[in-house]
């Protein structure tokens, strides 16, 4: 029982973590649109204060590059999607065989009296 239990939680938190990976890449994706907008936007305005934020806006997207990371230690984008998908069977092998390294051994060798006799 306890296994399954593992097994199951630890599908959900993999389901939410991909969740996030999605939420994150797709957001990327969109980011990468914006400076194509930006842009053509710039080619439609006439010069004044609202062409000018639009270059400093279009610069700025041209000199940051949009990621998310999990607290600064790894991008959650598709590479760490693929790990956290490479990692699962490990995880599971390991939780598989610690579970049954915990079952209690029945040796019968000794429970079960024998005639010996002694000359």
Excluded at 94 to 113: D, G, N
Aim: hydrophobic residues 45%; glycine residues 6%; proline residues 4%.
């Amino acid at each position: 029982m306890d296994v399954t239990v593992g097994i199951l939680l630890f599908g959900f938190y993999l389901l939410k973590g991909i969740r996030k990976f999605f939420a994150c890449q797709i957001t990327v994706n969109e980011g990468n649109k914006t400076k194509i907008l930006v842009h053509k936007l710039l080619l439609r305005t006439k010069r004044g204060p609202v062409a000018n934020e639009l270059i400093i806006f279009s610069k700025q997207l041209l000199h940051v590059r949009l990621r998310f990371t999990a607290a600064g230690l790894c991008p959650l984008d598709g590479t760490a999607l693929y790990w956290a998908i490479g990692f699962t069977p490990s995880i599971l092998i390991v939780l598989l065989q610690f579970h049954s390294s915990l079952r209690p051994l029945h040796c019968t060798a000794f429970t079960q009296p024998t005639n010996l006799t002694i000359n």
